[in-house]
């Protein structure tokens, strides 16, 4: 994703008719922090980094349960494991 480049907007709020939209410019923070732009990541959207964070300590998350086998169905109760 170039994030110089602005695509079509699907924020529910300016379908509303709104102008604020919290998670506008949310895909091109993410964008500039990859690239190493924090300053242009920051002036896209505030929480991209934390976006990023949250996103990375879930992908953390989940790996660490499928390779410790600590994952469970939902649905059982007797705590079989998948």
């Known amino acids: 994703m170039d994030p110089m480049t602005k695509g079509t907007s699907f924020c529910f709020f300016e379908l509303l008719g709104i102008s604020f939209c919290p998670g506008e410019g949310l895909g091109h923070s993410i964008s500039w922090l990859f690239r ?5 990541a920051l002036q896209a ?18 790996w660490k349960d499928l390779y ?11 705590g079989r494991s998948l």
């Open 68 to 78: 410790t086998n600590t994952t469970t169905q939902i649905g059982h109760t007797d």
């Open 45 to 62: 959207n505030l929480f991209g980094p934390v976006a990023v964070i949250i996103l990375s300590l879930r992908i953390i998350q989940i």
């Open 36 to 40: 190493g732009e924090l300053s242009y």
